[in-house]
């Protein structure tokens, strides 16, 4: 009897002993899986400086004392990756806009995308602070430097960026200062030949009391308020804005109203039509370098209310003014 005991003990406390290990066994196969670190993700490509999203900015370094009005690059000059470039703002928020032709678009791409692949010209990050601080500085570091210029006239490049002057690149929201001698002698041409001769001017002066005037055609509070307008600031039905394009730079300093709240523009339009044409009286001359007109068909959409303002429709890009 003892040994029958016996027996069925050491069989009992076998099988507690293979079950144990089974069940040990499965609770190591399910916190495993949790326990190991997830896969690295494979890294992604930079996009190329030729088709990604940039801004280049370039603020000119101008005599400490003088008026900007007559340093071309003064107020700013500013180009993105579709080449739309944009002047100022100016003391009272003037600005011009237009679009570089397509053989210095492309020089500017070829430029930043050999930049990237090299990583010449790197410089500080650019300081914190607005246009304005910016402007002090840059004449500060011209009193400071002014005499060093002349007499070290022939290392121009190595002594642009202690003079203030340098392209700052904006992308995929980092921003660094390039000090590359050959992208900022290429954006310096790029001013001397779109920036005006003098900024502000009477024109630009006129053009920006008309873009203030649109604000009060531009007011909403929904998406149904807001239409794309004809020539003559007329809403277009929904049929003609997505086939008839519309003039979004004619070459002239005379920014145009493209989409407005459509009973304001209905109530207004009389007196937009006079304050354009008496604009266009005082302004005959035409932006420097533009090469030919240039239009937009709205054909993605239904303009927008945003902060209470219409706009074009998401993804449109007419390059506004306003």
Partial sequence: MKIRFLVL????????????????????????????????????????????LWTAEFTAHCTPGASLTNCPGGYGFRVQNDGFYLIGPGPAGQRVSGQLGDADLQRMKELLLRQDSHGRGQCEPPKPGGHDSERDEHDSAQGEHGSAQGEHGSAQGE?????????????SGSARSSCNPELLEEVR???????????????????????????????????????????????????????????????????????????KAVELQRDLILKREWVESGCTEKKPSCEKSRSWTPSSGHPACIDHQCRPAAGANPNFQY
Avoid at 31 to 41: D, E, G, H, V
Avoid at 159 to 171: A, F, I, M, P, W
Wanted: aromatic share 8%; glycine share 4%; proline share 10%.
């Fill in 159 to 171: 002594n642009d960026s202690e003079l203030g002057e340098t392209v700052v690149l904006r992308q």
């Fill in 189 to 263: 041409s790029l001013v001397s030949r779109y920036y005006p001769e003098s900024f502000p001017n009477p024109c630009v002066d006129a053009n920006a009391e008309l873009e203030k005037f649109y604000d009060q055609a531009l007011s909403c509070s929904r998406d149904a308020d807001c239409a794309y307008l004809g020539g003559n600031y007329l809403p277009l039905d929904t049929a003609s804005a997505g086939s008839d394009p519309l003039i979004v730079d004619d070459c002239s300093f005379v920014s145009p109203l493209l989409v407005a709240n459509t009973f």
């Fill in 9 to 52: 003990s050491l069989i009992c406390s076998a099988f507690g002993f293979l079950s144990a290990c089974h069940t040990q066994n499965e609770e190591a196969q399910a916190i495993a899986p949790s326990q190991r670190l997830p896969a690295a993700p494979s890294p992604s490509p930079s996009p190329s400086p030729s088709s990604a």
